[in-house]
T-cell receptor
Framework: RKEVEQDPGPFNVPEGATVAFNCTYS??????FFWYRQDCRKEPKLLMS???SGNEDGRFTAQLNRASQYISLLIRDSKLSDSATYLC?????????????FGAGTRLAVHP | NAGVTQTPKFRILKIGQSMTLQCAQD?????MYWYRQDPGMGLKLIYY???????DKGEVPNGYNVSRSTTEDFPLRLELAAPSQTSVYFC????????????FGPGTRLTVL
């Protein structure tokens, strides 16, 4: 079983749609969780951290379910500019050297 | 600030050749990382460093070497290139005590033929 698993997609949605991505992780002791965004042929960039209580940043909402070991990302009112690959990222240890574990990513394509 | 910079952007190597991928950051970050990303796969950690003079292996270190003589620079050396090393290589850095955000360079696309 992969340490971090994501549906590869692609998710093809029209502008204005709501889309949700899920991610599961295998290490129940994992400490912190993130969503990174990666545009085509570019480097990953942090989109948002994921907190146990859930957190929201504008149109983006992230949720963490520790009992089921999954993380979700909800994008509301999708824009063309949201088209990218979304990487689920897990830090399996507390503190330490931040050796992040990356999922393979879920590709989102937003069309007019 | 330029952030994290990487050179070259692209490179084609022949099997058995060697090269050094350069990475530099101007944010005074102590932690630096090298990853590789194969098509359709997540990033895999090759090596990391927690400060000048200190390096350690990541998940996939075979075929690579690193050094960290200064805070700013973290070069990755490929010895005896093999087709399996065809990949996109990303360097990243992070501030000690930050909320885990790693800042990535633009990547180096390497093809070994």
């Amino acid at each position: 079983r992969k340490e971090v698993e994501q549906d590869p997609g692609p998710f093809n949605v029209p502008e204005g749609a709501t889309v949700a991505f899920n991610c599961t992780y295998s290490n129940s002791a994992s400490q912190s969780f993130f969503w990174y965004r990666q545009d085509c042929r570019k480097e990953p960039k942090l989109l948002m951290s994921v907190y146990s209580s859930g957190n929201e940043d504008g149109r983006f909402t992230a949720q963490l379910n520790r009992a089921s070991q999954y993380i979700s990302l909800l994008i509301r009112d999708s824009k063309l500019s949201d088209s990218a690959t979304y990487l689920c990222v897990v830090n399996p240890s507390l503190g330490g050297y931040n050796k992040l574990i990356f999922g393979a990513g879920t590709r989102l394509a937003v069309h007019p | 600030n330029a952030g994290v910079t990487q050179t070259p952007k692209f490179r084609i190597l022949k099997i058995g050749q060697s090269m050094t991928l350069q990475c530099a950051q101007d944010m005074n970050h102590n932690y630096m990382y090298w990853y590789r990303q194969d098509p359709g796969m997540g990033l895999k950690l090759i090596y990391y460093s927690v400060g000048a003079g200190i390096t350690d292996k990541g998940e996939v270190p075979n075929g690579y070497n690193v050094s960290r003589s200064t805070t700013e620079d973290f070069p990755l050396r490929l010895e005896l290139a093999a087709p399996s090393q065809t990949s996109v290589y990303f360097c990243a850095s992070r501030e000690v005590g930050s909320l885990d955000e790693q800042f990535f360079g633009p990547g180096t696309r390497l093809t070994v033929l």
